[in-house]
């Protein structure tokens, strides 16, 4: 029986654009269809030819319609108009025009501008916030972030990590993203890496840049990285909170307000009475302290033997004070930490080592937790 249109678009919905994750069909990218005995062309609409997923987005589509028993296919592309760029924007944004689709923009998005915006994750979302805190800088909060949200990824969920800390941003590096956000009528579109998309200030400055910024300016960039992303409603939302209590913990409580905080310390009792203060914030702004995660427990020796470089209790302590349980000791090894050098975390180089277990684990009792409470929009605190 011979192939016809209505079959390649119906082999073609389940094919999903690789950063909207949504279908090319329902998305208005599949134009033309020529079918000629078992020749099968299909043109895709991009927004800009030099789309830098344009070799798995044909792998995808090609794929689709061998599938049908087609032996050449034909994928070719063309390039959207303006008013079509447009109109995916208004629709990423939930307005009823237009199709579906993405742009990669003429270079990195900005993360300044000045449209009205309607915040996601609010109440009815399904989306858990788990914001990642820490008393003070150098405790391995981003390197747990990174960690973490790969742990989540591997257990089968839908995982993103907005990295809040604006002044020491790391997590692209980390996690090892190459490609700046994309951008759709001034909505960002998140890079991924290790099937984990993110946001950060080190995608619209240079590295080596310094973050000069008074808190009205952090406050409208951090309402930007959450309201004009399009996040697609992950099943978990990571948050690399800055260190202490300044202005942009404040803003983030203001901005995602169901918001569960996790708070890093190391085992010194010395780092566990400063990582008091930020779950003493934390219950002012009313965010719940679910757990303590210990980092750079112990080094475990080529002899086998574990040895507490850093002391020890410092994160039952902790844990013990703000009421929340102790949900990891994180052990210390020099892969963990050349990892976050080079972009290729534990969690993804070694699985099965010791430290990438203990994020498994992390990962796994966070998701026991379930959500800690319901976020009721008409409650509110004038």
């Not at 050449?72 to 924007?89: I, P």
């Not at 993203?177 to 995608?203: N, Q, W, Y």
Request: aromatic content about 4%; some cysteine; proline content about 6%.
């Amino acid at each position: 029986m011979p192939v016809t249109r209505d079959a390649v678009l119906d082999a073609l919905r389940p094919v999903q654009d690789p950063e909207l994750r949504r279908s090319v069909v329902d998305l208005g990218m599949v134009r033309d269809i020529t079918i000629e005995g078992d020749h099968v062309s299909v043109t895709i609409a991009l927004t800009i030819a030099g789309c830098p997923l344009r070799a798995e987005l044909t792998s995808r589509v090609g794929d689709a319609i061998r599938g049908l028993g087609v032996p050449d296919v034909a994928v070719e592309f063309t390039v959207m108009t303006d008013e079509e760029r447009a109109a995916v924007g208004e629709m990423m944004r939930g307005g009823a025009g237009g199709h579906e689709g993405h742009d990669h923009g003429n270079g990195h998005a900005h993360p300044h501008g000045g449209a009205a915006r309607v915040l996601p994750f609010k109440e009815g979302s399904r989306t858990r916030i788990i914001g990642v805190n820490s008393g003070k800088g150098g405790v391995g909060k981003s390197s747990v972030t990174v960690n973490l949200a790969i742990a989540l990824q591997r257990l089968g969920h839908d995982v993103a990590i907005l990295d809040a800390d604006v002044y020491g941003f790391s997590v692209p590096a980390m996690l090892g993203v190459d490609e700046p956000p994309t951008v759709i009528d001034k909505l960002m579109v998140p890079p991924s890496a290790h099937g984990v998309r993110c946001i950060s200030m080190g995608f619209f400055i240079d590295e080596d840049q310094a973050v000069i910024w008074r808190g009205p300016m952090l406050h409208k960039a951090l309402e930007q990285f959450v309201g004009d992303v399009h996040w697609d409603e992950p099943e978990y939302l990571v948050v690399d909170m800055p260190p202490g209590t300044g202005d942009v913990a404040l803003s983030m409580a203001q901005y995602l307000p169901r918001a569960e905080i996790y708070i890093v310390t190391t085992p010194q009792p010395a780092a566990q009475r400063v990582a008091q203060r930020t779950a003493a914030m934390a219950k002012k702004l009313n965010l719940p302290v679910r757990g303590v995660i210990e980092n750079m427990s112990w080094f475990t020796g080529d002899d086998g033997k574990r040895y507490e470089l850093f002391g020890s209790g410092g994160g039952q302590l902790l844990a013990d004070d703000v009421g929340a349980p102790l949900m990891a000791q994180i052990p210390l090894v020099s892969e963990l930490r050349e990892g976050g050098d080079t972009g290729r975390p534990i969690t993804v180089t070694d699985p099965h080592s010791e430290a990438a277990e203990a994020f498994t684990s992390l990962a796994e009792s966070i998701v026991a937790l379930g959500k800690g409470r319901v976020f009721r929009s008409e409650l509110n605190v004038s």
